[in-house]
């Protein structure tokens, strides 16, 4: 099952930052923390991970608590191109592997 | 670099024949894995291999198979195919497969079963 919880959707408008929120409560102190996007059933877009500290990249920036129970994926200057569904993931210490949850459905608006 | 590159896109079968996914990783990547995406179960793992060897495997039926090749090319065959098993079958590449080792993902391969 997945170790993540996210809302199913969320409305941002367009060049506003998009804050989208993970919680994993039951993350140990080894896994990571992942973010992917999947636009149209596409295969799914890597954005960026971290494991206890805050990570940007050209894309985006991932904000993680100090007890790693929740992170925040933050797109800075969101366009119509970033709708998508974003998936947040912790990646498994016993097996390395992504274990995906239903992601949150993202929809920017003009 | 190139991506990860998935043959054939599109597929349709009829149940009860087999059928052989092709995904070519990133140069210099070594590890494979595999994903199921259909609309009522998400993306699910398959398995995962890693210099020719099988490392992982998920919670599928043995009528899903694979094997990697000596280029870290890989395939995935599925026999006795039934309905449930149209989806979107997903591979994706890493250097070594370890746990901050980034999954860069194909396009897919969408396999319809009639």
């Known amino acids: 099952d997945a170790k993540t919880t996210q809302p199913p959707s969320m409305d941002c408008a367009e060049g506003r930052a998009a804050n989208l929120p993970c919680n994993h409560s039951?993350?140990?102190?080894?896994?990571?923390v992942y973010w992917y996007r999947q636009i149209h059933s596409q295969g799914p877009q890597y954005i960026i991970h971290?494991?206890?500290?805050?990570e940007t990249n050209e894309m985006a920036s991932l904000i993680i608590t100090e007890d790693r129970k929740s992170s925040t994926l933050i797109l800075p200057h969101a366009t119509l191109r970033d709708t998508a569904v974003y998936y947040c993931?912790?990646?498994?210490?016993?097996?390395?592997?992504?274990?995906w949850g239903a992601g949150t459905k993202l929809i920017i608006k003009p | 670099k190139a991506g990860v590159t998935q043959t054939p896109r599109y597929l349709i079968k009829t149940r009860g024949q087999q059928v052989t996914l092709s995904c070519s990783p990133i140069?210099?990547?070594?590890?494979v894995s595999w994903y199921q995406q259909t609309p009522g179960q998400g993306l699910q793992f398959l398995f995962e291999?890693?210099?020719?060897?099988?490392?992982n495997k998920g919670n599928f039926p043995g009528r899903f198979s694979g094997r990697q090749f000596s280029n870290s090319r890989s395939e995935m065959n599925v026999s006795t195919l039934e309905l449930g098993d149209s989806a979107l079958y997903l591979c994706?590449?890493?250097?070594?497969?370890?746990?901050?080792?980034?999954?860069?993902f194909g396009p897919g391969t969408r396999l319809t079963v009639l």
């Open positions: 994706a590449s890493s250097i070594t497969g370890g746990i901050a080792d980034t999954q860069y």
């Open positions: 039951t993350i140990s102190g080894n896994e990571y």
């Open positions: 140069s210099g990547h070594r590890s």
């Open positions: 291999y890693f210099s020719e060897t099988q490392r």
């Open positions: 993931i912790v990646r498994v210490s016993s097996n390395y592997q992504l274990i």
């Open positions: 971290g494991l206890k500290n805050n």
